[in-house]
């Protein structure tokens, strides 16, 4: 196990948050240490902002035993293990099942969290069983008792995603492939600047990157943050914006359309004055 104290900003996709003491865990007996004061996991940083000021909880990073898999993707697969390599062994396999996950830069553990995917699929419907850390012991769950639904789980309060057992199904490697092809088709014209993914879950029928774009909102910009003007559905970090830049516009673009936040944000985050000009 590794203690240390370290930039956030360096450890998430946007690049942008304060210190934390940073807990990685290689082994259960490391996590339960870990988890004996107030703490937060962090996965590969992605659909996350930070405070500017960090946080005071410790910071969980799971590594070791907790990012282990079996290359023929049977039994466990650690929480650890990002979901683009999974996706990759599953399409020279010919094991279909994770290819609406293209382009999600996840660690497994935050894709069941957050029930990441794209409008081709999501983490639950490649899910079998799920492991989670809590009340000081491992639990074993079939999906259906996790609440999954849209771009959200219903883990126990404080528990954490330690491993799963993937439910794939056979096909061909071309077929797989084709797939993973459609989906990479339809997320042509993301932006390359760093970001955290999509900022704002999707309204019932309708794209809140559509909505942006209809209001006049691409390219809008508060310092080094803007709203990415090849998808209006994506903050980008210009170099150097910091959270506030971020939160801020991500109110800006609230006061204008009610649309719900799909980041999770951590720490207090205070609003500047650009709102609602």
């Known amino acids: 196990m590794k203690v240390a104290r370290l930039p956030l900003a360096k450890l998430t996709t946007i690049g942008v948050g304060g210190e934390a003491e940073v807990w990685t865990v290689e082994t259960l007996a490391d996590l339960e240490k870990a988890t004996q004061a107030p703490y ?42 990002l979901v683009p390599t999974l996706l990759q062994a599953s ?69 954490i995603v330690t491993r799963v057992k993937l439910r794939l199904t056979p096909s061909t490697q071309e077929a797989v492939q084709a797939k993973i092809a459609l989906v990479d088709a339809a997320r042509k014209g993301q932006p390359k600047k760093k970001s955290a993914g999509c900022a704002f879950k999707n309204p019932p029928g309708d794209s809140a990157g559509r909505l942006i774009d209809a209001n006049g909102l691409k390219g809008t910009t508060i310092g080094r943050a ?12 210009l170099g150097g914006a910091t959270a506030a830049e971020m939160y801020t516009l991500i109110r800006k673009v609230q006061a204008v359309l009610p649309l719900e936040v799909e980041w999770e944000i951590w720490g207090q985050i205070a609003v500047g004055t650009e709102v609602g000009r």
């Open 226 to 237: 803007m709203i990415s003007l090849e998808h209006g559905n994506f903050l980008v970090n």
């Open 40 to 81: 937060r996991v962090l996965g590969n940083g992605s659909n996350l902002l930070v405070s500017d000021d960090g946080v005071p909880e410790r910071v969980i990073r799971l590594s070791g035993e907790f990012a282990e898999w079996n290359p023929d993707l049977s039994g466990w697969v650690g929480a650890g293990v």
């Open 91 to 159: 399409a020279r396999l010919g094991l279909s099942g994770l290819e609406g996950l293209h382009g999600v830069p996840a660690q497994v553990g935050g894709a069941v969290k957050m029930n990441a995917g794209t409008r081709f699929g999501e983490m639950a419907d490649a899910l079998e069983l799920v492991e989670l850390y809590h009340d000081g012991r491992l639990h074993v769950y079939h999906p259906s008792e996790l609440g999954f639904r849209y771009r959200h789980s219903e883990l126990p309060e404080g528990s």
